[in-house]
T-cell receptor, first 110, second 111 residues
Framework: SQQGEEDPQALSIQEGENATMNCSYK?????LQWYRQNSGRGLVHLIL?????REKHSGRLRVTLDTSKKSSSLLITASRAADTASYFC??????????FGKGTKLTVNP | AAGVIQSPRHLIKEKRETATLKCYPI?????VYWYQQGPGQDPQFLIS???????DKGSIPDRFSAQQFSDYHSELNMSSLELGDSALYFC??????????FGPGTRLTVL
């Protein structure tokens, strides 16, 4: 299976703290994309990082990629209650389809 | 900015019935993807189309078929529905090897 792993599966923090989610994958990638999903709702695209990039920022989000370890991490700084959601990484390799990880369920307590 | 449009948003069907889901991609996006997300699961790729031709196929049952039309909208046809087909069905669109933007999904419930 090409599917990677995400950890932790669940994360509970206080508002204002930082949240770090990790993603590992198995095959070579063209890019890796991070998504947020509120319960039962749509997938919101957060960041795309290409295989030749090491780090990317977007607002309070920071994504890193280590292709030698086949891993990526998503850091959300100064978290807010509205950040409560499930976060998925999705790898895109030679085929354009996305292969999603299992996701991390983040709860930010006010 | 225009987003991916999916219809219907909710659909309730009986076992063995058929269902048709529609997807309207973001303008100028030439690739459309379909994904299925079961309860508590991650999205699973079903099928994709590039310039109206099937470009890739995932774990899509033979009971399902899809196509992309000349105006780039796509339809997912599901026949002989089973209870296990109850899921969220997402359509996404993109320019090749760029961000895939997802629609709001169609929640299919099979009774």
């Amino acid at each position: 299976s090409q599917q990677g792993e995400e950890d932790p599966q669940a994360l509970s923090i206080q508002e204002g703290e930082n949240a770090t989610m990790n993603c590992s994958y198995k095959t070579s990638i063209n890019n890796l994309q991070w998504y947020r999903q509120n319960s039962g709702r749509g997938l919101v695209h957060l960041i795309l990082i290409r295989s030749n990039e090491r780090e990317k920022h977007s607002g309070r989000l920071r994504v890193t990629l280590d292709t030698s370890k086949k891993s990526s991490s998503l850091l959300i700084t100064a978290s807010r209650a509205a950040d409560t959601a499930s976060y998925f990484c999705a790898q895109q390799g030679g085929s354009e389809k996305l292969v999603f990880g299992k996701g991390t369920k983040l709860t930010v307590n006010p | 900015a225009a987003g991916v449009i999916q219809s219907p948003r909710h659909l309730i069907k009986e076992k063995r019935e058929t269902a048709t889901l529609k997807c309207y991609p973001i303008p100028r996006h030439d690739t459309v993807y379909w994904y299925q997300q079961g309860p508590g699961q991650d999205p699973q790729f079903l099928i994709s189309f590039y310039e109206k031709m099937q470009s890739d196929k995932g774990s899509i049952p033979d009971r399902f078929s899809a196509q992309q039309f000349s105006d780039y909208h796509s339809e997912l046809n599901m026949s002989s529905l089973e209870l296990g087909d109850s899921a969220l069905y997402f359509c996404a669109s993109s320019v090749p090897y760029n961000e895939q933007f997802f629609g709001p999904g169609t929640r299919l419930t099979v009774l």
